[in-house]
């Protein structure tokens, strides 16, 4: 294990701190991070979960996704908005309802391969 060689002023010496500038120059700019993180912050629900479960065999109606969920449109507009809005929905209007599907059919194998090693 590799240990902290910080020495008695408090910082790090020259090899760790030309070690953390790679790293930082290889890391996604602030746009991609905050972009990731809001992606990650539109999984982080229950609902929208089932959401993109749901959506993972194809395209669906509000009206089917607030039976199979049992709740009110708002309720379910409000996920879809949510995840619509982190870019992993994709819709289209027809007459009053609109249809949602996902803007990448792999979504819902990722979040599998993510949360496997979790469980």
Known sequence: M???EVKGNGKPNRDQIENLEKILSEMPGEDKIQKNADIVKSLGDPTRLK???LLEHGELCVCE???ALDKPQPTVSHHLNLLKNAGLLKWR???????YKLSDP???E???????PLK
Not at 110 to 116: A, C, G, V
Request: charged share 25%; hydrophobic share 40%; net charge positive.
């Open 65 to 67: 996704i607030m039976t």
């Open 93 to 99: 209007k027809e007459g009053v309802w609109i249809h």
């Open 51 to 53: 959401i993109v479960y």
């Open 2 to 4: 590799k240990t902290c």
């Open 106 to 108: 792999k979504l819902p």
């Open 110 to 116: 990722n979040l599998k391969q993510l949360i496997k």
